[in-house]
Structures are given as C-alpha cells and as structure tokens.
C-alpha cells in the first residue's frame, strides 16, 4: 500500500514537523481553526525556505460560506500572483454559487492565473448540493484533486461517499481523503475508500509562551504538527 501524505501547516514549526515526520506534501495556510486561510507571502517564502516538499497554498480570503462576492475574488487573484512568485507548487481552493453549485465561471479564471501550477478543490465540495454533479464540473475545469470528507464530519464517517466518488472519478482525478483522519483507522479507511491520497495535521497542543499573568482570556494555544505521528502514520499505511 502506498499512500500519498498531504500535511496541513498553519505555522513554520508544522512545516518543519511535517518535513522531518516524511509527509509527501504540504498544504499552506493560516487560520487552521478557522478552516484555513490563505496564508502571507512572507509564511509561505519561509516554508520554501525550509523544505523542498511540494508545497500547495491556499486561496482563502475568510471563514465562512464558498459563496464570494466579485470583490472577494479580485483579492484572491491577487493573493495567487503573489503566492505564486514565492515558489509555491500549487494552490488550494473553491467556490460555490448560491445554489450550492461549483462556481465554474469564477474558478476558471482562478484557474487561468495559476496555470501551470496543479491545484486541489477543497472541501467547499463537502457542502455542495449534488456531489456527483460537483465531481464532474470540477474534473471538467481541470482541477488536479479534490479534497474531501465525504460530506461528512470526518473522512471517516464519510468513507461510503468518498468510495463512490474514488469509483466515478477514475483516473480523472486523485481523490484526497480528509478530515479527523487518525492512527486508529487511517488504514481501513484507505482500504475501504479506495483512496491514494491522505489529509491532515497531525496536530498537538502547543504550550503558551507568554506568562500566565499576560496572557487573556480569549488567548487559545495553537497546534503545531506532531513529526511523530505523521512518520507512525507513514509506516501504518506503508
């Protein structure tokens, strides 16, 4: 069995854990609480700088809804000319219309800007109206992967839809299972999807570094990928 790594990092130490756990790839973003967003050209000029493992940057401009207005997408074409100039190997997005359609119209001309670099449909897909239809309009506007949960909370428990869609996209398109993925069933949910391809960010609690007396309320510790786990994971699914 020989599946693929792919790292979520939304900081330098995860990029660092992820190059030293032996993850294949990694996804660049900010905000991994909130999903991910896209992360600054200095972070991912940085995350270049210490590893040569491909890396895939997302186009996020905020949290919420996929479905985004014409300015939103003028600030996201932006952040891929200048995502693209700081040597990055792909990029991560999606759209939605209202109806819960894959915007084709807007994703095309994201598309065009990042061309030749491969890029990955995120789980935006996860709250489409039809999956299936989704499926092909993403395969049809030429989008490398599609990331996904199976509409589900976690991979896991979407792993009847992910099969499917592993089945239907053949070798269109790599199918790239995630979400809540973990050591305890990372192995029968590949066996049982049919995936190549793995997503997540092995994260751990990080111990706050500012004194309990200058620390507020609202404060939370952010997770730093765990190199031990991905390398446990990698010898699992090897």
């Known amino acids: 069995m020989s599946v693929l790594i792919e790292v979520a990092a939304g900081n330098l130490e995860s990029v660092v854990a992820a190059a030293e756990g032996g993850a294949d790839r990694i996804e660049l973003c900010s905000a991994l609480s909130a999903g991910g967003l896209t ?3 200095g972070f991912a000029l940085e995350a270049r700088a210490i590893t040569r493992l491909p890396i895939f940057a997302m186009i996020r401009p905020r949290e919420g809804d996929f479905f985004y207005t014409e300015t939103e997408f003028q600030s996201m074409m932006h952040d891929i000319r200048i995502l693209k100039e700081t040597g990055v190997d792909g990029f991560v997005f999606g759209a939605l219309t209202e ?3 894959v915007d084709e119209e807007n994703c095309k001309a994201l598309l065009t800007l990042c061309n030749p670099l491969p890029v990955t449909f995120h789980r935006a897909f996860d709250r489409a109206a039809d999956p299936m239809q989704s499926l092909e309009a993403i395969i049809a506007l030429g989008f490398s992967r599609l990331l996904t949960s199976g509409q589900a909370d976690t991979a896991w428990q979407g792993r009847s839809l992910i099969r499917e869609l592993v089945l239907l996209a053949g070798d269109r398109i790599a199918i790239l299972a995630g979400a809540g993925v973990s050591m305890d069933h990372a192995r029968q949910l590949v066996e049982e999807s049919g995936v190549k391809e793995i ?9 706050r570094r500012l004194p309990a007396a200058h620390a507020l309320t609202e404060d939370r510790p952010d997770g730093v990928s765990d190199p031990s786990f991905i390398r446990l994971l990698k010898q699992a699914l090897g």
């Open 99 to 101: 109806s819960g359609r």
């Open 39 to 41: 992360p600054s050209p």
């Open 199 to 207: 997503h997540l960010s092995a994260k751990r609690s990080r111990v």
